[in-house]
């Protein structure tokens, strides 16, 4: 009986945690877009763009290598990275 009972007790505590921590919840990314001032389809064009940011930084060979992270803010793009070496930096080359 008491055997029985601790299996149930089990089942039923494993049943409530995986409600708690079952799986990535994007929690904060809604938190963002809810305070942003931007319009649902304006931070989905950001989104968009972003992608295809991305996209277009991975296909390129001459950046390969590089760290990059691109944002867009207002249909506007930005990208920030890191140059380990000067002799990787085109614009550093004299």
Known sequence: M???QFVIGILVMMTALHGCGGGA???GAMHKAAESEL???AQARDHRLKMELRTTLISEKGLAGLTLTPDVFMERGYVTG???????????RT
């Not at 890191?82 to 550093?92: I, L, N, Q, S, W």
Request: charged fraction near 25%; aromatic fraction near 10%; glycine fraction near 4%.
């Open 2 to 4: 008491v055997k029985h």
């Open 25 to 27: 919840r994007p929690y």
């Open 39 to 41: 319009t649902a389809s």
């Open 82 to 92: 890191r140059v380990e070496t000067p002799g990787r930096c085109p614009a550093y």
